[in-house]
């Protein structure tokens, strides 16, 4: 175990917030994982997740802390404005998007979001010292200088990007909001996950679901499983569950995970892992 190496999942859930007692067991928050590495903070995602884990870091300025977005539907950006270190100016803070060149960037998306009528406030409000940076997935960035990710497109609407991260001998990557080709294995993903300690995959689906989605862009707990056999990963999480699967869905879920490849792992709110 790497005590310098870990991750923590204050979102899970896809598509949209889900409260209430049927989804208290494995979260109702959308996507947003912390990790840890070394003194590194790497945030992965901004679904509603975030605002917790920013309520968690808030005593801790000065803070640093790169956050990395597979993409900016609404889902995996909700929490920016609810992110308590942005208030804060002895922070600097860092956001990254590999999906929207050349067409767009990431600060023109994000104070597309943050304005009216859409949202009461622009990212002007933000006291700390926050930063937008632009990459094609495909390419390694290095979000500090002893510390850098690889990268990849994923097959989803408007794009998104898969991230693996090494550090330490270890490795973890972070692949959801992506659609599979029914038997063909997705190259992109099968290159940059090859060998890894941990996927965390988009599983919002199971395959007997799958073809009633076909084109929204999501994939299932089964095809993630097979390219964790093809690809030599030690464990599957299952992340990005769908808002029609309540706790007793996920158990079942979970159930059917374990017997078909032992140590899988579903995410919850809260899960600790160490790659």
């Given amino acids: 175990m790497n005590d310098d190496f870990l991750l923590r999942f ?11 007692p049927d989804y208290t067991r494995y979260g109702g928050n959308t996507s947003c994982i912390e990790v840890r590495c070394g003194p590194h903070l790497l945030i992965l995602d ?3 997740g975030l605002r917790e884990l920013g309520n968690s870091l808030n005593g801790d300025a000065p803070l640093e802390a790169d956050i990395l977005l597979t993409h900016t539907h609404v889902d995996h950006i909700t929490g920016i404005p609810f992110f308590a270190p942005f208030f804060d100016q002895r922070n ?18 994000l104070n597309k979001y943050m304005a009216d009528p859409l949202f009461p406030v622009p990212t002007s409000i933000f006291g700390a010292n926050v930063t937008f940076h632009d990459f094609e997935a495909g390419e390694v960035i290095a979000p500090r200088p002893d510390l850098s990710l690889r990268t990849a497109a994923l097959n989803h609407p408007n794009g998104a990007t898969g991230y693996r991260l090494d550090y330490n001998g270890r490795s973890v990557c972070y692949v959801t909001d992506t659609e599979h080709v029914p ?11 090859e060998g890894t300690q941990l996927l965390i995959y988009d599983c919002s689906y199971t395959d007997e679901e799958f073809p009633r989605y076909k084109t929204w862009g999501h994939s299932t707990w089964q095809e993630g499983a097979r390219l964790c056999d093809a690809a030599g990963v030690e464990r599957l999480v299952v992340f990005h ?29 809260g899960l600790v892992l160490h790659p």
């Fill in 10 to 20: 204050w979102g899970v859930r896809g598509s949209i917030a889900c409260p209430g």
């Fill in 46 to 48: 901004a679904g509603t």
């Fill in 92 to 109: 600097r803070l860092r956001l990254w998007a590999g999906h929207l060149l050349p067409q767009r960037m990431l600060h023109e998306v």
């Fill in 183 to 193: 038997g063909k294995p997705d190259q992109n993903i099968l290159g940059l996950i």
């Fill in 241 to 269: 569950h769908d808002p029609s699967h309540d706790d007793a869905t996920m158990d079942e879920i979970a159930a059917a995970a374990e017997a078909a490849r032992p140590g899988t792992i579903v995410a919850k709110e």
